[in-house]
C-alpha cells in the first residue's frame, strides 16, 4: 500500500479523473480501491492521484462482475413438486383475466 503524500519522482501518476475516463470505473470505486490498498497513489490534498502502472496492472487482472439487478427467485423444474411440474407444462388458461360479461335481454 502506497498511500502517501508525496509522489515517486521515478513513477508516473495520473489523476482519479484521467484514471475514470482510462479505466472506465467510476471516481468512487477508484478512491476506494486506494483507500484498501488495492490500487497505489497518493493524497497529497484532498484529490487522489494514481500511479499509472498501478492502474494497468488493476486493470489487466480478471475480476468478478457485480450483481446485475434485482436477485430473483429463480425455482429450478427439480425443485418443484410433481403437481407444480405438471402444471407448468400446461399452457395457461387465457380467459381467467377476462372479464364476465353477461347477456342481457
Not at 508525496?6 to 475514470?20: G, H, L, Q, S, V
Not at 478512491?31 to 497518493?42: D, N, P
Not at 423444474?77 to 395457461?92: F, G, I, R, V, W
Amino acid at each position: 500500500m502506497s498511500n502517501e503524500t508525496n509522489p515517486n519522482p521515478n513513477r508516473k501518476y495520473i489523476t482519479t479523473i484521467e484514471a475514470e475516463q482510462i479505466s472506465g470505473l467510476r471516481r468512487n470505486y477508484l478512491t476506494l480501491l486506494l483507500r484498501k490498498g488495492t490500487l497505489e497513489g497518493f493524497r497529497p490534498s484532498r484529490d487522489w492521484f494514481i500511479y499509472t502502472d498501478s492502474l494497468e496492472d488493476f486493470l489487466a487482472t480478471t475480476r468478478k462482475p457485480g450483481p446485475k439487478g434485482p436477485r430473483k427467485n429463480n425455482t429450478t423444474t427439480d425443485q418443484l413438486s410433481p403437481s407444480a411440474k405438471a402444471n407448468d407444462d400446461k399452457e395457461p388458461d387465457k380467459t381467467k383475466n377476462m372479464p364476465q360479461t353477461t347477456k342481457q335481454n
